[in-house]
């Protein structure tokens, strides 16, 4: 037991312990706390948003157990979002397989002590979803003292579902990648697109759970009638769909309803599930762990013998200076999406932002019978051409920075090779540029086939998709700009599985704090517009004149730009000094 | 030609590496940089690349201030690093296209040098691979291979024996000794006391972060019979193993 704690011990602080290298003893953290608060302020208006209309369907549901069962998987959902690639990346990819294979400790310790570090970071992330779903709908249904005493089995109990679901998930994905070999390019396509599927399937199961249909009364005529045939109704489909997910249902149960006894049995029950979801999961994922562990030590050798079979290939060698800027963009390129890890982080999040489009298109497409959506009612309106670029300009916008891990860590992503950059003659700004333009390329790709779907699915012109699209380029570009400064400022090296550069870091922390400050501004800039189109199209009636809009993204083209530029040239100006300051 | 003006290196640990260290390196030159464990070759070498800056002190690359003008100062070293820490998901021929390419070399000198030294090195067959598949040895060759590209006039190489084949090691060795004869600059740190003590033309010893012996073998000894080794062990013999 004292070796598995202490693996456990390693394996949690390694993540949050990454070695910086630049000093920390002058660090200052003003700056960071100052950045967290805002975050978390400007966060702070949606979770009470969440918390509140949890509230108040506690309240109309009258702490119906299928529908907190049914907030307990949503809770769920959101674990596994976060938590997947981490079951991948922590338990499947054994890239520390040959450090750990001479210390004297069994597999079976190292695999629990890894599947235990996953299990309590997905307890932090349950922890954050009661608070902000379960909780207060707890409060909203008036719950008795044995609700708030069922929460810490609740925080327990939450993540063993998604873990048994990632695990299931995970495994095949592995061993797809095992049958792939060793193509690393492929390995990340692969990757990605089951990574999309699994996120589309989750969304498109959520949307399905909550979606309503059918009544005969119209909201606005008899609201009463509607919301109780609606809450009836979601609550018919629930019981239909809880019983796939009974441990939650005993534990929603064990929470909100029946005697004494019952809440024991129904919490016993959901622990009793729970151990058995628990036991399941390693009894097929250990062999599966010893079989991944024992490919990554025998790869070298396979590799090795097939070198010799190389021989031929080597008499044709293509070889091509291409210039140092291009040359690095290539390099830089190439390496990471071969690297499985590098390569499924740095494309999971932006690939997820087309697929966001199409699931709105679907959400706000869909009609009951004989009725218009509310997408066709809503782009008739001619405030909608106006309205919906700049709703769509935002979210993209702010995913595409946030997500964009090619731009957040593309120092942390030279880990241990950064010296060779040092090394190299050539500009610290040049390389920085370099990564600037590969960030913002990669996120261009996305945001193409973004703007593409926005046109063909959500009906906007195609000439707001163009101004949307070389927008978010230059903002895009501003951003990655300050974001690769900002990782450079303090770069995390010496990590042997990406995950670990990537937690801890304040990089996403910046991120949003930026994408929020452009969002803030793309609004400040717009709203005079929006005012002027709404006060001269006569309230919605009538389109807004043509000069409106086009002066609003000309405006926001001209914002843009003057970011885009101001950024290059503070990242230019500051690029040598942090360099110089990183000690390799 | 290296030289180095009093230069110094504190880390933002406290550690105080490399104190006012002095020393020239000529034209036509090896040059053994020996010391213990800790003593600050490693962080010399780092500064003299360029990818140290010193606290103090100035290091100059063939006349060229690296302070001053890095990019131009480092044009001119071949840097052999110690830790083989290279892009492993790029293949061998990307590795050096990349590295021949930002120190301006043509494809065709490319081509050639690769041919050349890949041969020597005994690694054509591997580049086509990914360097992932590489041994530590093969990997220390692909680095030398890429040192070379550019025909450097000073060639920095850190604990270059370090897991290389007898064959390798000799090729190494000749091929140090053709650089020098070309009047290029080789300056190189081991631990293999036999190695230095045969190929070199001049010997340094640091200890402590200073400079504390640096001559001919010959000049260094005392007596004629004193081998490097003993001469080595006496001059760093208060000093523990610290790394």
């Not at chain 1, 697929?355 to 019978?369: K, N, P």
């Not at chain 1, 922390?509 to 517009?529: G, K, Q, V």
């Not at chain 2, 302070?67 to 990307?94: M, R």
């Not at chain 2, 190489?157 to 140090?176: R, V, Y």
Request: contains cysteine.
């Amino acid at each position: 037991m004292k070796k598995y704690f202490a693996l456990v011990k390693l394996f949690f602080t390694q993540q949050y312990k990454m070695r910086s290298t630049v000093g920390s003893k002058d660090k200052k953290h003003i700056g960071w706390i100052f950045t967290v608060v805002v975050i978390i302020l400007g966060l702070l208006p949606f979770a009470i948003s969440v918390a509140v209309a949890m509230f108040y369907m506690g309240q109309i549901s009258q702490g119906n157990e299928y529908v907190n069962a049914f907030l307990i998987l949503m809770c769920q959902g959101l674990v596994l979002m976060f938590g997947v690639h981490a079951i991948i990346s922590n338990v499947f990819i054994v890239g520390d397989a040959e450090r750990l294979a001479y210390l004297p400790v069994r597999s079976l310790t190292v695999f629990l002590a890894k599947f235990t570090v996953t299990y309590l970071n997905e307890v932090i992330t349950t922890a954050v979803t009661l608070c902000v779903i379960v909780l207060p709908f707890g409060i909203g249904a008036g719950a008795s003292a044995a609700f708030y005493c069922t929460l810490p089995f609740a925080l327990l109990l939450i993540p063993v579902l998604p873990l048994f679901v990632g695990t299931v998930v995970a495994m095949p994905l592995s061993a797809l990648m095992a049958a792939v070999g060793k193509n690393g390019t492929l390995k990340t396509v692969v990757r990605v697109l089951m990574y999309l599927t699994v996120m589309a399937l989750y969304m498109y199961v959520m949307y399905n759970f909550g979606f309503f249909s059918g009544s005969e009364n119209n909201i606005l005529d008899n609201p009463q009638e509607y919301i109780a045939e609606m809450i009836d109704g979601f609550i018919n489909r629930l019981q239909g769909i809880v019983v796939y997910a009974h441990s939650d249902y005993m534990l929603s149960c064990a929470m909100l309803s029946g005697s004494f006894g019952d809440r024991i049995g129904s919490i016993a029950a959901s622990i009793g599930e729970n151990l058995l979801m628990l036991a399941i999961v390693m009894v097929m994922a250990l062999p599966f762990y010893n079989t991944i562990v024992r490919q990554s030590l025998e790869s070298g050798g396979i590799a090795r013998r097939k070198s010799k079979n190389a021989v031929a290939n080597s008499q044709s060698l293509k070889l091509r200076n291409k210039g140092s800027l291009l040359q690095l963009i290539i390099t830089d390129f190439k390496r990471t999406v071969r690297d499985g890890q590098l390569g499924f982080q740095s494309f999971a999040g932006l690939v997820m932002l087309p697929v966001t489009i199409v699931i709105f298109y679907f959400m706000l497409g869909q009609a009951s019978d004989g009725d218009a959506s509310f997408l066709e009612v809503m782009s008739i309106s001619p405030m909608y051409q106006i309205i919906a670029p700049l709703v769509v300009l935002g979210y993209t916008g702010m995913l595409s920075v946030i997500t964009n891990v090619w731009g957040l860590y593309p120092i942390t992503r030279e880990n241990t090779s950064f010296y060779l950059l040092k090394s190299l003659p050539i500009s610290f700004n040049k390389i920085l540029l370099a990564k600037v333009i590969l960030a913002t390329a990669v996120m261009s790709v996305c945001d193409f086939i973004t703007c593409l779907l926005i046109v063909l699915l959500l009906g906007i012109k195609w000439y707001y998709g163009i101004a949307i699209f070389v927008t978010m380029a230059l903002i895009g570009f501003g951003a990655m700009c300050i974001t690769t400064l900002l990782d450079l400022k303090s770069p995390k090296f010496r990590w042997a599985n990406f995950n670990q550069g990537l937690n801890n870091a304040k990089n996403h922390w910046y991120a949003i704090l930026i994408s929020m400050l452009l969002d803030l501004a793309i609004a400040l800039a717009s709203t005079p517009f929006l005012i002027w189109c709404y006060a001269t199209s006569n309230a919605q009636d009538v389109a807004p004149m043509w000069y409106i809009p086009f002066l609003m993204w000309l405006l926001l083209l001209v914002i843009s730009f003057a970011f885009a530029m101001v950024a290059y040239k503070v990242m230019a100006r500051k690029a040598s000094g942090y360099f110089n300051r990183i000690e390799t | 030609m290296i030289r180095l003006t009093d230069v110094s290196k504190t880390y933002k640990s406290g550690v105080k590496a490399v104190d006012g260290l002095t020393l020239q390196v000529n034209d036509g030159e090896i040059f053994g940089f020996l010391g213990p464990n800790g003593a600050g070759k490693s962080t010399t070498i780092k500064m003299i690349t360029g990818i140290l800056s010193p606290d103090g002190g100035t290091v100059e690359i063939d006349g060229v201030n690296m302070a001053e003008q890095p990019i131009a100062a480092k044009s001119l070293i071949g840097f052999v690093p110690d830790n083989h820490e290279i892009y492993e998901t790029l293949k061998g021929t990307e590795f050096l296209n990349f590295v021949g390419t930002m120190y301006g070399v043509d494809s065709a000198a490319m081509a050639a040098r690769i041919d050349e030294y890949a041969t020597i090195f005994d690694i054509k067959s591997v580049l086509p691979n990914l360097i992932s598949s590489y041994s530590h040895g093969m990997k220390q060759k692909l680095l030398m291979v890429a040192a070379l590209l550019h025909q450097p006039k000073v060639w920095v190489l850190d604990e270059p024996l370090t897991g290389l084949d007898p064959q390798s090691a000799f090729q190494l060795k000749q091929i140090m000794r053709k650089q020098a004869d070309m009047g290029n600059t080789v300056f190189f740190s081991s631990h293999v006391i036999d190695v230095v003590e045969k190929v070199c033309d001049r010997i340094g010893i640091i200890d402590h972060g200073k400079l504390v012996a640096v001559d001919t073998l010959d000049n260094l000894r005392a007596d004629g019979n004193v081998s490097l080794e003993s001469l080595f062990l006496t001059i760093t013999a208060h000093d523990g193993d610290k790394e």
